[in-house]
Nanobody, 120 residues
């Protein structure tokens, strides 16, 4: 089970930090990803991090602004979002998969989603 939190309202240029706490799975054996879904659009890849956090992957739209990290002892993955833009507005989902994928299909576990709204 994954539980996402940390969403909310931010102004353009501001920051938010999302968290995703895992339970009931061997956390360190899963690649963790963040996806977002804007109204009327498909769910899209944002970032992912390898099992022990030594490799990170980002969509071009967030490179240099977002940072994904994980704490395996706390079974939690984070998404630090800086320099937010109105186009970042979406529901953000965390997800777990045994191997990296940039596509939502195949992820074994999903969080419930947390809404991020960025005002201009």
């Amino acid at each position: 089970q994954l539980q996402a939190s940390g969403g909310g309202l931010a102004q353009a240029g501001g920051s938010l930090r999302l968290s995703c706490a895992a339970s009931g799975l061997t956390f360190s054996r899963y690649v963790m990803g963040w996806f977002h879904q804007a109204p009327g659009k498909e769910r899209e890849f944002v970032a992912a991090i390898s099992w022990i956090g030594d490799n990170t992957f980002y969509d071009d739209s967030v490179k240099g602004r977002f940072t994904i990290s994980r704490d395996n002892a706390k079974m939690t993955v984070y998404l630090q979002m800086n320099s937010l833009k109105p186009e970042d507005t979406a529901v953000y989902y965390c997800a777990a998969r045994t191997h990296l994928s940039y596509y939502p299909g195949g992820y074994s576990y999903w969080g419930q989603g947390t809404l991020v709204t960025v005002s201009s």
